[in-house]
């Protein structure tokens, strides 16, 4: 009565929701309002093109090669040294990247919650956990993913409540300076939403894999539209000044006063988002630790969920001394990093498999 | 107490007993009558229950019934065996089972061949008969032996629904499942474990609707057991679960035949112990745990409320002291001001901090309801008394503990016996204090960390292999109607489907029967 690793698509589109809200929507409102102050709402619906491509080049490829990650088809494509080589690569992207959000998480909770507890243990609080969760593998990922994630985005329903509070004319005038700042600010959220690419790890557990296609532009779509309503509701609730708060969406929901009786509801915000937070933890994590195990050659992933976890925590805090170089590592560094892990090396790998023509056999060896 | 006769055993295969006597066991009887005797009787030492009585066939031919005293019909020995073999004429030359045939008016009788047989039978309350010159003995189905009789089931009761609850008694319980399901696709399957209680235990399941690979698993598991003895289904329960080390109980433990019943109908095994009122049904979900059997008894608009209802205080159950705590300690600013004021007033001649007061007064709440579970009823009144008076009144005249972390504490103890499985209820009180502790120590992100660890526990969970939090975390719309609502009747025309590889099985079209008759649906 063993049963099989597998994922419903349904549980895919749950797992990548988070994987790109999770941080996503606490910070990039700042960010897009600092390129264009009235228009950066705009931005949310430009950003599901790099998304969309991440799809199609994640699902592409595992059309090519069912039953295979990247870092396997990897390394069928361009060979076993190349392959291993491009899998290192991707290792080191994905600590670093698990680490960072670990950082995010873990800065947001210091500056707004836990102001004396040290920066290590709550990141490492979180990222132990979800290491558990990736040591259960699949299966335990995935089903947490789906309670997780609606309970996360629950909060985004409560920005409703703002709408008696809100100023339409901050919308006005729309692209006063043409397109370019629009674009400018969709630079930085298509570094959250190309991070879709993560669903090459779990796309070899679904069976239906039209329906993950399917699924998979669902949450596309469902991303495309949370994130504007949050910053349509930030920019009419905090107009041109949303650029001038760390957390625009946490100070939005400072302000809610429901019945002059539930107010200060960040705490809420806060527990919810910690939720989503783990989804997109273990979903990283997992990548890491499966991307390792694949590029070694270990069979057995589970027993290296914690170690890489705390290495992650690791990787969080070297040479970022600060906030600000937090900040400036995801605006400058990450919208170009992001996009050449998500895009430009699939991309690359589709088009080696295409010229040469290789393609994986119907048989995968899904635990590596 | 009434007595009831049963003079039909199931068929049960040699029973095991402790090795050293298992090869003795295997031996055929003997054709003569004293070594059969002799040998049972060196068996049967220092017994004195064990009963051999001696007479003649027909006044020549030497036999002799043994039987333990108490478990047997002594009645029914003496009037249908004995008697009428000591008058037989004709015994001349008739072997056992010809004899049997002619003069024995028992029912269920069945030829022993072995020691081991011979031993098996009288165990369990057959009266065995042995002939001389034969190497073959008869086991008489006259078992008689005190027994409870069927009563409302005592840790689960309903306003409406049936009113019978499982006794010790296993043949008593199988047949009260037999009178509600009377297809003959019904199964019964009963093994022995116990090497020294021989403890009968049945596998209850429907033909077509159980799957094969769920049977096979409980068989094995079963059947790997080994054990001194079984007192009660729990020694099972915590042999056969998934995950033993689990608070969550994996099995549904229930007395009640209906729940036994609707369970088999959704393609689910049922194991039935004999001594113990409490089948056990496998698989279940975390929402097989939440569920009244009342909940399908009654109209479904108020089963769907009481459902809703349920789920929102068994939360409540594991959240509550622990949010309070939370917002007590690090998020005062979460409460609205009018609110603040009373509470604080409320606190201020409370010397402990909220985490203190809290664990102290759950510890307390947790000794009085276990104090007045175990205590004889006049004394629990009293118990009542001093949990009501002196911990609530008086501790808050006191000032020991604030009013408020009362009423916290009164509403999860209430929460927590809404779940109508008790043993949940205290699963999930156990839970509650390891996320006052986290709450105390880190507020609301503590108990997030608490949640989080238990979510994903419950993710990693089976039951017999299917996933414990089965439709929720992967996500089955079909079934959801009887999970977030309980859907009428005639909507739940599907059964459960209980593990993916399983084809989703239609119930037989349910029609509803219109009031007015005019649509002439039937």
Known sequence: MQDKDTILPIQLSFMLYPTVMATGFLVLPALGSLYAPYDFWMSSILTMIPGAITIVLATSLHARFPGLTIIESGQRIVGKVFGKLVGLLYFFYFLHFTGVISREYAEFVKSSFLFDTPMLFVSCSLLVLAACAVRGGVNVLSKSAV????????????????????????????????????????????????????????????????KAKQSSYAALGVI???????????????????????????????????????????????????????????????????????????????????????????????????????????????????????????????????????RGTNQGGVNG | MRTRYYSKVSASRSPRTRREMSEQEKQPLDLALTVNLERLQTVYTSCSDFIVRKFAIGGQMEAAVIYIDGMSDTNGIDKYVIAPLMNAEDAEGANLSQLAEKRIGVSDKRIVSTLGDCIGAISNGLPVLLRDQEAIGLACGLIKWEQRSIEEPAAESAIRGPREGFTETLRVNTSLLRRIIKSPLMKLETITLGEYTQTKVTIAYIEGLASASLLQEVRSRLGRIEIDGILESGYIEEMIEDTPRSPFPQLLSTERPDVVCASLLEGRAAILTEGSPYALIAPISLFTLLQSPEDYYQRFWVSTVIRWLRYFFAIMSLLLPSLYVAVLTYHQEMVPGSLLSSMATAREPVPFPALIEALMMEVTFEALREAGLRLPKQVGAAVSIVGALVIGQAAVQAGLVSAPMVIVVAITGIASFMIPRYITGIAIRMLRFPLIILAGTFGLLGIMMGIIAIVLHLCALKSFGMPFLHTIATPKFREMKDILIRAPWWALDTRPQLYDDQPVSHRQPVKQATGSGQEGES
């Open chain 1, 147 to 210: 309670i997780f994630a609606i309970l996360s985005s629950l909060p985004l329903l409560f920005l409703l409540l703002l709408i008696p509070d809100l100023n339409w004319t901050y919308m006005l005038p729309m692209l006063s300076q043409g397109v370019v700042p629009v674009l400018k600010a969709a630079a930085v959220p298509q570094g959250w939403v190309s991070e879709l690419f993560l669903m090459t790890f779990f796309l070899p557990y679904v069976k239906d894999q039209k």
């Open chain 1, 224 to 358: 495309g539209i949370s994130m504007m309503l949050i910053n349509l509701v930030v920019l009419m609730l905090l107009g041109p000044d949303t650029s001038n708060k760390m957390y625009p969406v946490l100070v939005a929901f400072r302000y809610m006063s429901v019945g002059g009786f539930f107010e200060n509801l960040e705490a809420l915000l806060l527990a919810m988002w910690v939720l989503g937070n783990l989804v997109k933890q273990s979903v990283c994590l997992y990548a890491t630790v499966i991307t390792f195990s694949q590029c070694f050659g270990v069979s057995d992933f589970r027993s290296f969920a914690f170690p890489i976890a705390i290495l992650a925590a690791v990787f969080g805090l070297w040479d970022l001394p600060n906030i600000a170089a937090l900040h400036t590592l995801i605006q400058k560094v990450s919208v170009f990093e992001t996009p050449l892990f998500t895009i430009v090396i699939p991309l690359l790998l589709l088009l080696i498999a295409w010229m040469t023509g290789r």
